[in-house]
């Protein structure tokens, strides 16, 4: 008889901490450090506490200036340390673009292979909590128009808690985008909790009907939207892409290939964005096995607006999901 | 580069025997003129074509008997493409051979017609596309239900399904058949020869007549109609004319039909994969029985647009040929309804058997002198017996009833026809 899996209940921002703190614990030259996560314990409560546990030297409060301390995650990077660098929300990181893209993104190329950087960039995006347009973007469809960093997005408790092993492994710049909304999520996670395959897209609902191809907080919405049209004999597959550079081609088009039937659900604009790659990339290789044009959910494409009710408008929500899905599925009358 | 095929001659035309070809290799043929001559269930027919060009290849040989669609000849120029028709024939040839049975627009022609024309943009989702293609199914004559009506998945697995219990059907009909025919083997006396023509056409018009009757819910109406005005009016016509171009009496009664379905489309056209398909123009098929037995029905074509003359003209001519077994391939296939005039032969009224996939056929029984009320008078007129026989799936009796009431109009005042 199997053994039964012992687990505990825990929350989406409690799974990011045991992460962080067991990566902490398991190697020396990881640190973390960014705006108010130590003494205060991160703008999220993320990382509350691991200043008691591991002193101010390896959980390190930074002055307000994202390019500077991403450019010290980088040298420490390249002088063997392993940096864990927060940054508060996606909509600073514009402020640290330039070290980003134009040194930790190149420095691989620009020295000839002679410098990679194993840069861990934690930070949360999205929509969603009427903080208005300058403070509500998701931006990972951006990043991952960047050769040279990985993007992750997780959406899961083991995904939460997985990530960051493989993520501070990898040779080189990766980028986690931790939805904000989705921190007080509640859920069961191994009571010893392993590390997950980042390059692979994971099927977190098997179906025959529709495929849906999304991410990040899009994911709860699509499986919310999948239960309800379950109800009505839709049977619809959901795929959490979970990393967004490299994208993982094979697990959505082998999904197409049985429903024949795209969705894609995005919270990020939809011109130029991580949806419209896909799409293009289901035309690439799977034309013929489309019986419906690819469709896309994205967020509007505008400024964010702080009234709530349009909010709620701009960003994809589980209703447009449900109709969507079944303008697509029930052509046949 | 255009290919020739086989025509579908009808609903139930499975093959036919080449006869001979009417033209040679580097002929130069325009639409309509006839091609070849090939031997089908209906006797020896015409082959037209519908294109322009030289003929650059005769693939099939005279005494071949070829499935439908096969391709038989090539017409316009280029030598790769003719290499590209032969190796497209062999594929097509093996489909056919595997049973199953090519579905058509009402008839093969339409199909090889609307080549002319810039063909109609089949709107399907890719799959669907490329489904039909592993089946072996023409996607233009899949009905789309997807958006703009784009053929998907679920309409070429429906065709599929259907034509594959099609196939079972006429496998399990050949079985029966060839049942049937070791009985009637033992039954008939030695020496005694079975008319084959005469047994095929039989056998087509069974086929033909016992499919309308599984599939096609009749309805049946009637109406009485007082032939006097006609009968008086072409008399009257008839004394200005010669004899050679005198009318006869069901010219009047082909027009009048033609004349009404203008009024009444709903009865003119096709049932085809469960949907109505309106018929593009007027084309009355008119039954002719043949002394040898059996019937044909060719087609006047365009009737509404004919002078009574011109309708006059035609069935003479058809008569002769439908006699002499030479009618043409289009004429036998594209009539969008058919009209049966028993009345010569003594009946007061038909209730005729629609030929699938037509919507309707009006039947006239014979011209009798009754007695008939008429505001508040008895006399005694000649009567018409006039009956149509309808697809209830497409049309209802109010419909029906329209198109009778019309005919009625038009039979009233013949002079205007």
């Known amino acids: ?95 640290a673009l330039d070290q980003i893209l134009n040194t930790a993104a190149t420095l691989l190329h620009m020295s000839g292979g002679q410098f990679n950087v194993p840069l861990v960039i934690r930070t949360t995006s999205g929509g969603g909590k009427q903080l208005a347009a300058q403070h509500s973007h998701a931006l990972e469809g951006w990043y991952a128009h960047i050769p040279g960093i990985k993007v992750l997005s997780p959406a899961t408790m083991e995904d939460a808690y ?91 088009l082998q999904s197409i290939a049985k429903t024949h039937r795209a969705l894609i659900v995005d919270e990020g604009w939809r011109s130029g964005s991580i949806s419209s790659e896909i799409a293009t990339r289901i035309m690439e290789n799977a034309f013929y096995e489309l019986d419906w044009p690819v469709q896309r959910i994205c967020r509007e494409e505008v400024p964010i607006p702080y009234a709530k009710h349009l909010e709620e408008a701009a960003l994809p929500q589980t209703k447009q999901i449900i109709e969507k899905v079944k303008e697509m599925v029930n052509a046949h009358g | 580069m255009v290919e020739f095929k086989m025509p579908s001659l009808g609903a139930d035309m499975k093959a036919g025997t080449l006869i001979e070809w009417r033209v040679g290799e580097g002929d130069y043929v325009e639409k309509g003129d006839v091609i070849a001559e090939v031997e089908t269930e209906k006797g020896a027919i015409e082959i037209e074509v519908f294109e322009e060009g030289q003929v650059t290849k005769l693939i099939s040989k005279p005494g071949e008997s070829l499935p439908v669609g096969t391709v038989m000849a090539v017409i316009g120029s280029g030598v790769d493409s003719e290499a590209e028709a032969i190796s497209k024939r062999d594929r097509e040839t093996v489909v056919a051979a595997d049973g199953v049975k090519t579905e ?42 997807g958006p703009n009506q784009a053929v998907q998945k679920a309409d070429v697995e429906r065709v599929y399904r259907e034509r594959m219990k099609e196939r079972e059907e006429a496998k399990k009909e050949a079985d029966k058949d060839r049942e049937e025919e070791k009985y009637a083997e033992k039954a008939a006396p030695a020496g005694q020869q079975v008319d084959e023509k005469k047994d095929s056409m039989r056998h087509a018009i069974a086929a033909a007549m016992s499919r309308s009757n599984r599939e096609i819910p009749h309805y049946y109406l009637q109406k009485q109609i007082n032939f006097e005005r006609a009968q008086q009016w072409l008399i009257e016509e008839n004394k200005r004319r010669s004899v050679q171009d005198r009318l006869l009496q069901p010219v009047l009664l082909v027009k009048a039909v033609a004349q009404a379905l203008t009024d009444v489309p709903a009865l003119n056209g096709f049932w085809i994969n469960d949907r109505y398909q309106p018929g593009e123009s007027i084309h009355i098929g008119f039954a002719i029985s043949l002394r040898t037995g059996g019937l044909v029905i060719p087609a006047i074509h365009d009737a ?29 296939t594209d009539a969008t309804i058919t009209i049966t005039n028993l009345g010569d032969r003594g009946v007061d009224l038909v209730h005729g058997v629609i030929y699938p996939p037509q919507l309707a056929l009006v039947g006239f029984g014979r011209v009798e002198e009754r007695p008939w009320a008429e505001n508040g008078m008895l006399g005694i007129k000649p009567i018409l017996t006039t009956t149509l026989a309808a697809d209830h799936r497409a049309t209802d009796g109010r419909q029906g009833a329209q198109f009778l009431e019309k005919l009625n109009q038009y039979l009233q005042e013949v002079e205007l026809l």
């Open chain 2, 104 to 145: 058509h627009k009402g008839n093969g022609y339409k199909t090889a017609e609307t080549e002319d024309i810039p063909k109609r943009r089949v709107r399907s989702s890719p799959l669907a596309r490329r489904l039909a293609e592993e089946y072996g199914i023409d996607i233009s004559e899949v009905q789309g239900s």
């Open chain 2, 304 to 332: 509404d647009l004919k002078s009574i003359d011109e309708i006059m003209q035609s069935m003479k001519d058809l008569s002769d040929r439908a006699r002499t077994g030479k009618l043409r391939s289009s004429e036998l």
């Open chain 1, 162 to 252: 997985g990530m960051l092993k493989p993520a501070l492994e990898d040779p080189d710049p990766v980028f986690i985008f931790e939805n904000s909304l989705l921190y007080n999520s509640t859920g069961e996670l191994l009571s010893h909790p392993e590390s997950v395959d980042i390059d692979k897209a994971k099927i977190r609902r098997e179906g025959r009907d529709i495929t849906i191809i999304t991410y990040s907080i899009s994911l709860l919405k699509s499986l919310e939207a999948a239960k309800e049209l379950a109800k009505e004999g839709i049977e619809v597959e959901v795929i959490d892409l979970r990393t967004l550079r490299p994208l993982d081609d094979d697990t959505y």
């Open chain 1, 1 to 95: 008889m199997e053994a039964k899996v012992k687990t505990t209940s825990t929350t989406y921002r409690g799974a990011v901490r045991q992460a962080i703190r067991q990566a902490l614990l398991d190697d020396e030259r990881v640190f973390i450090m960014g705006e108010d996560v130590g003494m205060y314990g991160g703008c999220f409560a993320v990382t509350k506490g691991l200043i008691d546990e591991f002193g101010p030297d390896r959980v390190r409060d930074t002055p307000l200036s994202e390019s500077s301390f991403v450019g010290a995650g980088i040298g420490a990077a390249l002088t063997g340390m392993r940096p864990i660098v927060e940054i508060m929300t996606v909509n600073f990181s514009m402020l």
